[in-house]
């Protein structure tokens, strides 16, 4: 889950974050200009909020969590990976020839795409080199910004699998909610929810039922 501090204000959900910096620092300003190219950008914030973030956390429960084993674990992996192509596909027609998705300049899809194609590239699902996204990508981690919030994600993804038992003991429980949710009931893993539904090792989000 993001979380912006600015002073004594604590900011969580990456829309919310967005919308905040937007008008607390709004030069230059994130969303294009015109407004069909600002709800272009909304439109690619939604999928990568829903869709593709679905899919990095699904693949992240298999691949950290050990949620599945076998040949589940190999069918939703590999289910995994067919829909990260197709939603790489999405974002590298409507990244089409320019630098950004924005145009000319970093902008609000491009922040919003960056954690789920960076997460991809981390699974090992990043595009060949040279494409439109792999470029990119490549443009995106030389922004010192960027650069500063991947490594500090690829620490906190170096010690994710040191939380398996937790999770699969019960001492922690990983939320499942809506996309995510509908992720792994789509893509094979619905005895993957009744088994954490069984043994408490998965709970919805707040307020939890008791």
């Known amino acids: 889950m993001p979380v912006l501090f600015d002073g004594s204000v604590r900011i969580f959900e990456?829309?919310?974050i967005l919308e905040y910096i937007e008008e607390r620092w709004p030069d230059p300003p994130l969303p294009p200009r015109e407004a069909a190219d600002r709800a272009s950008a909304r439109i690619a914030e939604d999928v990568c909020d829903t869709h593709y973030e679905a899919v990095n956390r699904g693949f992240g429960e298999i691949f950290w969590?050990?949620?599945?084993?076998?040949?589940l674990a190999d069918r939703m992996k590999t289910?995994?990976?067919?829909?990260?192509?197709?939603?790489?596909?999405?974002?590298?027609?409507?990244?089409?020839?320019?630098?950004?998705?924005?145009?000319?300049?970093?902008?609000?899809?491009?922040?919003?795409?960056?954690?789920?194609?960076?997460?991809?590239?981390?699974?090992?699902?990043?595009?060949?080199?040279?494409?439109?996204?792999?470029?990119?990508?490549?443009?995106?981690?030389?922004?010192?910004?960027?650069?500063?919030?991947?490594?500090?994600?690829?620490?906190?993804?170096?010690?994710?699998?040191?939380?398996?038992?937790?999770?699969?003991?019960?001492?922690?429980?990983?939320?499942?909610?809506?996309?995510?949710?509908?992720?792994?009931?789509?893509?094979?893993?619905?005895d993957v929810v009744l088994a954490g539904l069984r043994d408490n090792t998965i709970r919805f989000p707040w307020p939890d039922p008791a």
Not at 65 to 71: E, I, L, P, V
């Open 14 to 16: 990456s829309t919310v």
């Open 65 to 71: 969590y050990k949620r599945a084993s076998g040949a």
């Open 79 to 190: 289910e995994a990976a067919r829909q990260t192509a197709v939603l790489q596909a999405w974002l590298t027609e409507r990244l089409g020839t320019l630098p950004w998705f924005g145009g000319e300049t970093f902008g609000w899809a491009d922040a919003a795409a960056a954690p789920m194609v960076n997460r991809s590239v981390h699974y090992g699902m990043g595009q060949v080199a040279g494409s439109p996204l792999a470029l990119w990508h490549a443009r995106l981690r030389e922004r010192p910004s960027v650069a500063t919030t991947f490594a500090e994600s690829d620490a906190v993804a170096a010690r994710m699998g040191d939380m398996a038992g937790a999770y699969a003991s019960g001492e922690r429980r990983r939320e499942y909610r809506d996309h995510r949710l509908e992720w792994m009931v789509k893509s094979g893993g619905i």
